[in-house]
RNA sequence: GGGAGCAUAGCUCAGUUGGUUCAGAGCGUCUGCCUUACAAGCAGAGGGUCGGGGGUUCGACUCCCUCUGCUCCCACCA
């Protein structure tokens, strides 16, 4: 077979994931072997693929490979999320670039498009998978938007509405006004912004709504909200404005009469220790209006823009109306100054708009019953996150958790499933026949066209924290009592959840109060949490920075299997990544070094005749032991869910232990066969390490894996057993160590004196060194004859130590003395140190008393070491001197 | 304001109950090589008071205190 000497993963790549595909290689049915079992966490349909979805999936893929060649039934389910907030803005603004507004629209007109769009967009992303290799069992592809997980979704609001845990309230909500809905206060991000301090004078009335001369000073940040405020707050302790109490004051620009009340929530010392209230637009001052009986005023509409209720700059945009009414207040003497001033503010995760305080009706659930559950689950166990410090963010989410506010003035989504009579009760049921019903006995007279259906649809967490049982088995959520389906008993609970911190409490800790609700059992088992993918300079990757590489682009350029590995090489469970291209190069060589291997083994000709040499059976024997020590540890980091200690260890046994040591030591010499004991020994040995690298490494490894020896239609390294860990001989492996350093002092020599690794040397050895490693050291260091020596007298040539052995190579006129002597006094200078502070260790005797006794051990053979190194290196300066 | 975490080689990180000749890996760097698998490669080499200070201990990268610097999460300071 002739190869390139470069690879080329684009054809290979299409070739097999097809092949697997055609072979249902990734689909899985209950059957009697274990299960194991991964949801993927559903990227938004209408999404495209980043650098993200790759650490994610790439995690997955390798977790679910590496358990189906451990003999599982392997199932990882795909689907998509119909992200109501994400996809309906871009729906929106795909309609406004057709010149179509949302509000000119019905409802129905508005999904028709909406799913037009799914079905246009829906599949990118999956499709983008399957270039990664993803290895999803793609027949389960599921959306959660499907007509049977909608359903679930619905049941699950009836069900929790029937138990009492949902209900309907006026609440302050975290208002998007570009998004046009409420948001949870998980989806608002609290960044410094920088903004002004406006110090506004408000006058005292003379208590018929004139002005009197007499003002106070208020610090805001918000002037154009003081249309809104409904009084003036101080500190009851406050000295400085007791003479405030019983006045009113009158508001800037309207003159609107409002009162002074005291309340500690003022702090004396921030602003000016007045405080104005305006309960529509502020949480806090929401509260002092409740305590006070205040009225509230509500001046900003859906849009952000000011209202009638506001009297004046009614229509203008929130910002707007502050730029101008700062002229205003300045104009008429009631700004006293603008002070710059950087403070939180809430921004919609969503769109980004800034977030506004609003009061309105809806729907919530009530979490504590369900979040101390599911903070058991994890402080029992039950659920393992990975790394753990995550327990402790999780805790404290879990234990301050607050109402979940569920419904969205959204349209793409679960419609709410309440129904209101004219008169304004509702009904909860799961369809509208059922709702009817439910009415008639409340109002016999009320007919299916006199009920109104609640317009909100459910958050998007409120159907993804159903996604693992769902995705199996559409009825069992909303009914805690049903039996599971076949799927869902097998299945559940799943194995590994690959996801990120971010969402943690979105979607992780609302899949175990659903777990636990409804299957009596948490989701999974353990959650791997990755980090971030952030640029070489640490910034999160994003489109506005144009920093994030479009994965299909790596992979056209790289292959899907460097892409892979790239990123596996720098994954460490709960860090951050700083991705560089160059760590995909790196993937992309290692596929190199895995294809030039195997050309070179396929390159070599079986000679039947041929004794297998010295030198390769001391290979042979070695790597067996090194492959099996490399699976043990390999198989540890797995069960750590250390991914990149697995892949590099595996990484530097093919590179390091297989194509620099054991190759160059069976490759036979220019022209001639290999013996067959060798050869087989060799494709044994590819064979397992193919095996070992299939996870990270799918399709480079199908690949040869075909064409080790020839296979048979359906069969595939896929479904091969991985490696077990074997009985290995560590002392063997020690040795040869041994030799590889010899090997490695001797070519350093070479270099040192400008010696071509062509010209044979020879070598004298003193007692102590593995003997029947030698030939291999020969090999590699092409030494023509060693000689064992009690001393070597006074020949010409360099000594060097190999751990406490001392080794000779004579080189007659190449040997500078007072270089060598020079060298070898600074080496016993530093051992006759090292001595002397062993010995210091072992003649303090509370050291000796009190450590363990291998420790003591240890320390006595580093003293005997170090012993006879200076006996070797005082008698080899001798040997210079003489 | 509350909570959590991090600081080890030029970069990114390991270091698994305080003890092996333990100060490591990968990448990068430097030197020499187009040696008949691979220059996407081969061979060799250099590089760190483990952030500063103090303490516990026979022994500290590891445990405790403190200082400095950074990150993340939560939170309503107008």
Same mark, same amino acid.
């Given at each position: 077979?002739?190869?390139?000497?470069?690879?080329?993963?684009?054809?290979?790549?299409?070739?097999?994931?097809?092949?697997?595909?055609?072979?249902?290689?990734?689909?899985?049915?209950?059957?009697?072997?274990?299960?194991?079992?991964?949801?993927?966490?559903?990227?938004?349909?209408?999404?495209?693929?980043?650098?993200?979805?790759?650490?994610?999936?790439?995690?997955?893929?390798?977790?679910?490979?590496?358990?189906?060649?451990?003999?599982?039934?392997?199932?990882? %389910?795909?689907?998509?999320?119909?992200?109501?907030?994400?996809?309906?803005?871009?729906?929106?603004?795909?309609?406004?670039?057709?010149?179509?507004?949302?509000?000119?629209?019905?409802?129905?007109?508005?999904?028709?498009?909406?799913?037009?769009?799914?079905?246009?967009?829906?599949?990118?992303?999956?499709?983008?998978?399957?270039?990664?290799?993803?290895?999803?069992?793609?027949?389960?592809?599921?959306?959660?938007?499907?007509?049977?997980?909608?359903?679930?979704?619905?049941?699950?609001?009836?069900?929790?509405?029937?138990?009492?845990?949902?209900?309907?309230?006026?609440?302050?909500?975290?208002?998007?006004?570009?998004?046009?809905?409420?948001?949870?206060?998980?989806?608002?991000?609290?960044?410094?912004?920088?903004?002004?301090?406006?110090?506004?004078?408000?006058?005292?009335?003379?208590?018929? !709504?004139?002005?009197?001369?007499?003002?106070?000073?208020?610090?805001?940040?918000?002037?154009?909200?003081?249309?809104?405020?409904?009084?003036?707050?101080?500190?009851?302790?406050?000295?400085?404005?007791?003479?405030?109490? !019983?006045?009113?004051?009158?508001?800037?620009?309207?003159?609107?009469?409002?009162?002074?009340?005291?309340?500690?929530?003022?702090?004396?010392?921030?602003?000016?220790?007045?405080?104005?209230?305006?309960?529509?637009?502020?949480?806090?001052?929401?509260?002092?209006?409740?305590?006070?009986?205040?009225?509230?005023?509500?001046?900003?509409?859906?849009?952000?823009?000011?209202?009638?209720?506001?009297?004046?700059?009614?229509?203008?945009?929130?910002?707007?109306?502050?730029?101008?009414?700062?002229?205003?207040?300045?104009?008429?003497?009631?700004?006293?100054?603008?002070?710059?001033?950087?403070?939180?503010?809430?921004?919609?995760?969503?769109?980004?708009? *800034?977030?506004?305080?609003?009061?309105?009706?809806?729907?919530?659930?009530?979490?504590?019953?369900?979040?101390?559950?599911?903070?058991?689950? *994890?402080?029992?166990?039950?659920?393992?996150?990975?790394?753990?410090?995550?327990?402790?963010?999780?805790?404290?989410?879990?234990?301050? *958790?607050?109402?979940?506010?569920?419904?969205?003035?959204?349209?793409?989504?679960?419609?709410?499933?309440?129904?209101?009579?004219?008169?304004?009760?509702?009904?909860?049921?799961?369809?509208?026949?059922?709702?009817?019903?439910?009415?008639?006995?409340?109002?016999?007279?009320?007919?299916?066209?006199?009920?109104?259906?609640?317009?909100?649809?459910?958050?998007?967490?409120?159907?993804?924290?159903?996604?693992?049982?769902?995705?199996?088995?559409?009825?069992?959520?909303?009914?805690?009592?049903?039996?599971?389906?076949?799927?869902?008993?097998?299945?559940?609970?799943?194995?590994?959840?690959?996801?990120?911190?971010?969402?943690?409490?979105?979607?992780?800790?609302?899949?175990?109060?659903?777990?636990?609700?409804?299957?009596?059992?948490?989701?999974?088992?353990?959650?791997?949490?990755?980090?971030?993918?952030?640029?070489?300079?640490?910034?999160?990757?994003?489109?506005?920075?144009?920093?994030?590489?479009?994965?299909?682009?790596?992979?056209?350029?790289?292959?899907?299997?460097?892409?892979?590995?790239?990123?596996?090489?720098?994954?460490?469970?709960?860090?951050?990544?700083?991705?560089?291209?160059?760590?995909?190069?790196?993937?992309?060589?290692?596929?190199?070094?895995?294809?030039?291997?195997?050309?070179?083994?396929?390159?070599?000709?079986?000679?039947?005749?041929?004794?297998?040499?010295?030198?390769?059976?001391?290979?042979?024997?070695?790597?067996?032991?090194?492959?099996?020590?490399?699976?043990?540890?390999?198989?540890?980091?797995?069960?750590?869910?250390?991914?990149?200690?697995?892949?590099?260890?595996?990484?530097?046994?093919?590179?390091?232990?297989?194509?620099?040591?054991?190759?160059?030591?069976?490759?036979?010499?220019?022209?001639?066969?290999?013996?067959?004991?060798?050869?087989?020994?060799?494709?044994?040995?590819?064979?397992?390490?193919?095996?070992?690298?299939?996870?990270?490494?799918?399709?480079?490894?199908?690949?040869?894996?075909?064409?080790?020896?020839?296979?048979?239609?359906?069969?595939?390294?896929?479904?091969?057993?991985?490696?077990?860990?074997?009985?290995?001989?560590?002392?063997?492996?020690?040795?040869?160590?041994?030799?590889?350093?010899?090997?490695?002092?001797?070519?350093?020599?070479?270099?040192?004196?400008?010696?071509?690794?062509?010209?044979?040397?020879?070598?004298? *050895?003193?007692?102590?060194?593995?003997?029947?490693?030698?030939?291999?050291?020969?090999?590699?260091?092409?030494?023509?004859? %060693?000689?064992?020596?009690?001393?070597?007298?006074?020949?010409?040539?360099?000594?060097?130590?190999?751990?406490?052995?001392?080794?000779?190579?004579?080189?007659e006129g190449l040997v500078d003395t007072a270089e060598e002597l020079a060298k070898l006094e600074a080496a016993l200078d530093y051992q006759e140190k090292f001595l002397a502070s062993v010995r210091k260790k072992l003649s303090n005797e509370r050291f000796v008393a009190n450590a363990p006794e291998q420790v003591v051990a240890v320390e006595r053979k580093k003293e005997s070491d170090s012993l006879s190194k200076i006996e070797s290196l005082k008698a080899a300066i001798a040997a210079l001197k003489a």
């Open positions: 077979m002739e190869l390139p000497a470069k690879y080329s993963p684009a054809e290979v790549e299409d070739k097999w994931y097809a092949y697997w595909l055609k072979n249902k290689f990734f689909h899985s049915e209950p059957d009697e072997r274990e299960p194991y079992t991964i949801v993927i966490p559903p990227p938004n349909v209408t999404g495209i693929l980043h650098m993200g979805h790759v650490l994610n999936n790439t995690l997955n893929d390798v977790l679910v490979r590496k358990a189906r060649m451990d003999g599982k039934n392997a199932c990882w %389910v795909p689907g998509t999320d119909h992200a109501s907030i994400a996809t309906e803005s871009k729906v929106v603004a795909k309609l406004k670039a057709e010149g179509i507004s949302k509000e000119d629209i019905t409802r129905e007109e508005f999904l028709k498009h909406a799913w037009e769009w799914k079905e246009k967009h829906g599949g990118i992303i999956l499709s983008q998978l399957r270039k990664l290799g993803a290895s999803c069992d793609w027949d389960r592809t599921k959306f959660t938007m499907d007509p049977d997980l909608s359903d679930a979704v619905i049941n699950t609001f009836v069900y929790f509405y029937r138990k009492g845990y949902i209900y309907r309230g006026v609440r302050m909500v975290n208002w998007d006004p570009v998004g046009l809905t409420a948001v949870s206060d998980e989806e608002v991000i609290h960044r410094d912004t920088v903004s002004k301090f406006y110090h506004l004078r408000y006058f005292i009335s003379d208590g018929k !709504g004139n002005p009197t001369d007499k003002y106070i000073i208020i610090a805001t940040t918000r002037p154009e909200t003081i249309m809104a405020d409904a009084a003036v707050c101080i500190n009851p302790e406050d000295e400085r404005y007791h003479w405030l109490k !019983g006045k009113k004051i009158l508001i800037p620009l309207i003159n609107k009469e409002i009162p002074i009340i005291e309340d500690s929530y003022v702090e004396m010392g921030f602003g000016t220790g007045c405080l104005k209230v305006t309960p529509a637009h502020d949480v806090n001052d929401y509260e002092i209006g409740i305590r006070h009986n205040l009225p509230v005023l509500d001046i900003i509409d859906d849009h952000g823009r000011l209202n009638e209720k506001a009297q004046i700059l009614v229509g203008e945009d929130r910002f707007e109306a502050r730029k101008k009414i700062e002229g205003m207040l300045r104009e008429a003497g009631n700004l006293e100054k603008v002070e710059d001033y950087t403070s939180p503010v809430g921004y919609s995760e969503r769109t980004n708009a *800034v977030i506004e305080p609003r009061l309105s009706m809806q729907w919530f659930l009530k979490m504590d019953a369900l979040a101390k559950d599911a903070l058991e689950s *994890v402080e029992s166990g039950k659920v393992k996150l990975i790394p753990d410090k995550y327990r402790n963010t999780y805790r404290h989410w879990m234990e301050n *958790v607050r109402d979940w506010c569920i419904s969205r003035q959204l349209w793409w989504g679960q419609r709410i499933p309440a129904y209101y009579l004219p008169d304004g009760r509702f009904v909860v049921e799961a369809d509208a026949g059922a709702a009817l019903k439910a009415a008639k006995e409340l109002d016999p007279s009320v007919t299916a066209a006199d009920l109104r259906q609640d317009e909100d649809v459910l958050d998007t967490w409120f159907s993804s924290w159903l996604w693992p049982i769902s995705v199996f088995d559409t009825h069992k959520a909303g009914h805690p009592e049903a039996q599971p389906n076949r799927d869902l008993a097998y299945y559940y609970p799943t194995n590994d959840l690959v996801t990120g911190p971010d969402i943690l409490f979105f979607w992780v800790a609302r899949m175990i109060m659903a777990g636990n609700e409804f299957m009596h059992d948490v989701p999974f088992r353990n959650v791997y949490l990755t980090g971030i993918v952030r640029d070489k300079l640490g910034r999160k990757m994003s489109k506005t920075l144009g920093n994030s590489p479009d994965p299909l682009d790596l992979i056209a350029k790289y292959g899907a299997d460097g892409v892979r590995l790239g990123m596996m090489l720098c994954t460490s469970a709960g860090n951050d990544i700083l991705f560089d291209e160059s760590q995909v190069e790196q993937g992309r060589n290692f596929c190199n070094k895995v294809w030039n291997a195997f050309r070179l083994m396929k390159g070599w000709s079986i000679d039947s005749a041929a004794k297998q040499p010295e030198a390769a059976a001391i290979a042979v024997r070695w790597f067996r032991n090194k492959l099996d020590m490399t699976v043990a540890a390999v198989e540890d980091h797995y069960s750590k869910f250390r991914i990149s200690d697995a892949i590099m260890a595996i990484y530097k046994l093919f590179w390091d232990d297989f194509c620099a040591w054991y190759l160059e030591l069976v490759k036979p010499a220019y022209g001639s066969g290999i013996d067959r004991a060798t050869y087989e020994a060799t494709e044994g040995f590819f064979d397992a390490l193919l095996k070992m690298i299939h996870p990270f490494m799918p399709f480079i490894t199908e690949e040869l894996w075909q064409n080790i020896s020839p296979r048979k239609e359906g069969e595939t390294i896929m479904l091969q057993r991985s490696p077990a860990a074997g009985e290995y001989d560590i002392a063997a492996v020690n040795d040869f160590d041994m030799a590889c350093e010899a090997v490695v002092a001797i070519r350093s020599l070479r270099q040192q004196k400008g010696l071509s690794p062509k010209e044979a040397l020879t070598l004298m *050895v003193k007692d102590g060194f593995p003997m029947d490693t030698i030939p291999a050291v020969q090999k590699l260091a092409n030494i023509s004859s %060693v000689t064992k020596a009690e001393s070597f007298g006074s020949v010409s040539g360099v000594s060097f130590m190999v751990r406490t052995v001392e080794m000779f190579v004579p080189l």
